[in-house]
C-alpha cells in the first residue's frame, strides 16, 4: 500500500477500519456518513501568513484532543441499531489524518454500546466495544495505543496519533472496584465518575437530587489514582463533582463541558466546580457537540460560542487549567442525538433553554477540521504561542504527569 501526505504532518496509507475481514463474511457491511466534506462547515479565515503561524503551531507543538469519539456513524440512521449491535465501529483514519491531533482521549461509544442491552453501559457491551476498537486499531500503523506519556510524545515524533481509550463513566464496574484494574490492564486511562443517570459511586447531572459521592465512589476513586487514571466530572452533578475533587489525590479532568454561566444547563459546569477543579490543577476541555456550549451572544451553535466558553473559563481561572475537549464525530451528530435522546438525556441537559437546532456546528463539525479551526481561531484573537502551546496539549500533559502511573 502506498503512503500518501497528508498535511504537513502526517503519513496515511490510506487503510480502512476492519481490512483484515472480508465484509459480508465476516460482518454486514454499512454504507457509513462522509468522514470529511458531509456538511458546509466554514473553515476559520485567517491571512497567509497566519495560517503558516496556524501549521508552525501545530508542528511544533503536541496537540491533544481531551475528548472525542473518532467513529463514523452510517448514513442512514433506520440502520443505527443493527450498526450498534454488531459492535464493530469504524474509525475516521482518513479525517483523523486531517486533525492535526498527536493524542485523542477517545471514549469509544459508552452509554450507547447497546450489543446486549438497550440502555448501554453493561459492562459485556463495554469491554466488546473496547476489544473491538483496539483489534481494528492494531492491524494498521497510523493510530497507535497511547498508555503511557511516551506514547504520545512517539506518536508526535512520528507522524502517528496516539489513541487513549477512554470511558464517560465509571457505570460498568457496578460493586466490583477490582474492574478498574481490569479496565486499565485492557487499556483505559480516563474514566468518568457517573453519566447522566446516577450509579453505585455517585449522581449524574440527570438526577433532580445530587447525594453526592458514595462510600463506594470514594473507593473508586482513590483505585483510580493508585492504577493511574485519569478522573472526569463532566457528567457527575454538581455535589458528586466537588466530592470527587476533594477525594482525589491527583488533579481531575473536566474532560467536555461549558460554563453554567454563560449558558445555564446542567450539562455546563458551575463557577464553584470550576474554582475547584483549578484549585487542585486539573483542566477543562471545552465542549462542542451540537447545542451544548451556546451562549446568550450566540444561542446558534457554532465555533463562536464554543470559544465564547472558552474564554470565559480561562478568565476565571486560569489559561493553565482550559484545554479542548470537542466531543466531535465523523457522521450526523445531531441525528445521533434524537437517536439516543433516553440514553444521553439530551432533554435533561438542556432543559429550560430555549436555542435555535442546528444540523452541526460551524466551523467544529468533526474530529478532522476542530483542531485546526481552533488554532486558527486563537491566532486570529491575537493569542499568544506560549498560550495556545498550553490550551492544545501542554495544560492536558501537566495533568496526566502527576494523574498517570508511568
Given amino acids: 500500500m502506498k503512503t500518501t501526505e497528508v498535511g504537513k504532518r502526517t503519513k496515511y496509507k490510506g487503510y480502512k477500519s476492519f481490512e483484515y475481514l472480508e465484509p459480508g463474511t465476516d460482518y454486514r457491511e454499512f454504507k457509513l456518513a462522509k468522514e470529511l466534506g458531509r456538511v458546509p462547515s466554514h473553515k476559520v479565515e485567517v491571512s497567509d501568513s497566519q495560517e503558516e503561524r496556524v501549521q508552525r503551531l501545530l508542528d511544533t507543538n503536541l496537540a491533544v484532543s481531551l475528548h472525542d469519539h473518532c467513529f463514523v456513524v452510517p448514513e442512514d440512521f433506520g440502520e443505527l441499531a443493527e450498526y450498534r449491535r454488531q459492535g464493530r465501529d469504524f474509525t475516521g483514519y482518513a479525517g483523523m489524518a486531517q486533525s492535526g491531533l498527536d493524542a485523542v482521549f477517545d471514549c469509544l461509544m459508552d452509554g450507547t454500546a447497546t450489543i446486549t442491552s ?25 493510530l497507535v495505543r497511547g498508555e503511557t506519556l511516551d506514547d504520545i510524545r512517539r506518536a508526535k515524533e512520528s507522524g502517528q496519533i496516539a489513541f487513549i481509550a477512554s470511558l464517560e463513566a ?42 453526592g459521592l458514595t462510600d463506594l465512589g470514594r473507593q473508586a476513586v482513590r483505585r483510580m489514582n493508585k492504577l493511574g487514571i485519569a ?167 501537566r495533568v496526566l504527569e502527576e494523574a498517570w502511573f508511568r
Avoid at 459492562?123 to 494498521?140: E, K, N, P, T, V
Avoid at 464496574?173 to 485492557?186: K, P, Q, T
Fill in 118 to 142: 438497550k440502555a448501554g453501559w453493561k459492562w459485556d457491551d463495554i469491554i466488546y466495544d473496547l476489544g473491538m476498537r483496539l483489534s481494528d486499531i492494531a492491524h494498521q500503523d497510523f
Fill in 170 to 211: 465509571a457505570t460498568a464496574i457496578e460493586n466490583e472496584v477490582d474492574r478498574l484494574d481490569i479496565l486499565y490492564g485492557l487499556g483505559i486511562r480516563s474514566s468518568g465518575i457517573a453519566y447522566s443517570e446516577a450509579n453505585t459511586l455517585g449522581s449524574g447531572l440527570r438526577e433532580k437530587r445530587d447525594g
Fill in 231 to 397: 478522573i472526569d466530572i463532566s457528567h457527575s452533578g454538581d455535589q458528586t463533582s466537588l466530592d470527587t475533587i476533594e477525594t482525589s489525590e491527583k488533579p481531575i479532568f473536566i474532560t467536555h463541558a461549558g460554563a453554567r454561566a454563560l449558558w445555564n444547563t446542567k450539562r455546563m459546569k458551575p463557577d464553584e466546580v470550576l474554582k475547584a477543579m483549578a484549585a487542585k490543577g486539573g483542566v477543562i476541555g471545552i465542549e462542542a457537540a451540537p447545542h451544548t456550549t451556546l451562549t446568550k451572544k450566540h444561542p446558534k451553535h457554532s465555533i463562536e460560542s464554543y470559544m465564547e466558553h472558552f474564554e470565559y473559563c480561562a478568565d476565571l481561572v486560569g489559561i493553565d487549567h482550559v484545554a479542548f475537549g470537542p466531543d466531535t464525530l465523523f457522521g450526523d451528530h445531531v441525528g445521533l442525538h434524537h437517536y439516543f435522546a433516553k440514553q444521553l438525556s439530551i432533554g435533561a441537559a438542556s432543559r429550560g433553554m430555549e436555542y435555535e437546532e442546528v444540523e452541526f456546528v460551524d466551523g467544529i463539525e468533526n474530529p478532522g477540521e476542530a483542531f485546526p479551526n481552533i488554532v486558527r481561531w486563537l491566532v486570529k484573537h491575537d493569542y499568544s504561542d506560549g498560550d495556545i502551546a498550553k490550551t492544545i496539549g501542554g495544560n492536558v500533559m
